[in-house]
């Protein structure tokens, strides 16, 4: 299995503009994350997603930021609009359900840099 | 001046020898605890795990050591390797989270050879 696939890697807009993260989970979990890492405030947990549902969106900062997971396979995190305040890296991870003991398995990130 | 940015505590040791990286943990109802491996420009990597039923966990060079009583866990990582070097990571999750995981701020270990 490929992992967790994000795209882009790297982002670089400006304060303003709309941005949009992509995730595809690992083939066959069905709980999705999506986290924050800043230098800041470490990782933080923005929303999860169990069976396409969002089930936690409390960690998302405000209403300029928005998840949605319309099958299995994909998931995004959008920004807009976007401020210079977002820049951090994000990671989205998978797992294989939230109801047993199970890791959760990270992509690899996109840092976003908002200018 | 007020400092700004999370401090993260940092861990030196010489190639060959055996790290020791801690983690307190507040939530007397966590019951899993996992230790990731994060290497700068990537993601967090899965290192071991273990549940609240077990106080001792060997892998491949790594061992975890949970005590309840004090609400500590630690990761032992046997003949320190360069490729080591990274931050790490506690998490803890309890069944009354769903399963979220709570993330400690992490430890700089620096392999020096």
């Not at chain 1, 936690?56 to 997971?69: I, L, Q």
């Not at chain 2, 069944?95 to 392999?111: H, K, M, P, W, Y």
């Amino acid at each position: 299995d490929a992992g967790v696939i994000q795209s882009p890697r790297h982002e670089v807009t400006e304060m303003g503009q709309e941005v949009t993260l992509r995730c595809k989970p690992i083939s066959g979990h069905n709980s999705l994350f999506w986290y924050r890492q800043t230098m800041m405030r470490g990782l933080e947990l923005l929303i999860y997603f169990n069976n396409n549902v969002p089930i936690d969106d409390s960690g998302m900062p405000e209403d300029r930021f928005s998840a949605k997971m319309p099958n299995a396979s994909f998931s995004t995190l959008k920004i807009q609009p976007s401020e210079p305040r977002d820049s951090a890296v994000y990671f989205c991870a998978s797992g294989p359900t939230t109801s047993s003991y199970n890791e959760q398995f990270f992509g690899p990130g996109t840092r976003l840099t908002v200018l | 001046g007020e400092s700004v940015g999370l401090h993260l505590p940092t861990l030196s040791v010489q190639e060959g020898d055996n790290s020791i990286i801690n983690c307190a943990y507040s939530n007397s109802a966590s019951d899993y605890f996992i230790w990731y491996k994060q290497e700068s420009g990537k993601g967090p990597q899965f290192i071991i795990d273990i549940r609240s039923n077990m106080d001792k966990r060997q892998g491949q060079r790594v061992t975890v050591l949970l005590n309840k009583t004090v609400k500590h866990l630690s990761l032992q990582i046997a003949a320190t390797q360069p490729g080591d070097s990274a931050v790490y990571f506690c998490a803890e999750t309890s069944s009354g989270s769903a399963r979220q995981l709570t993330f400690g701020s992490g430890t700089q270990l620096t392999v020096l050879p």
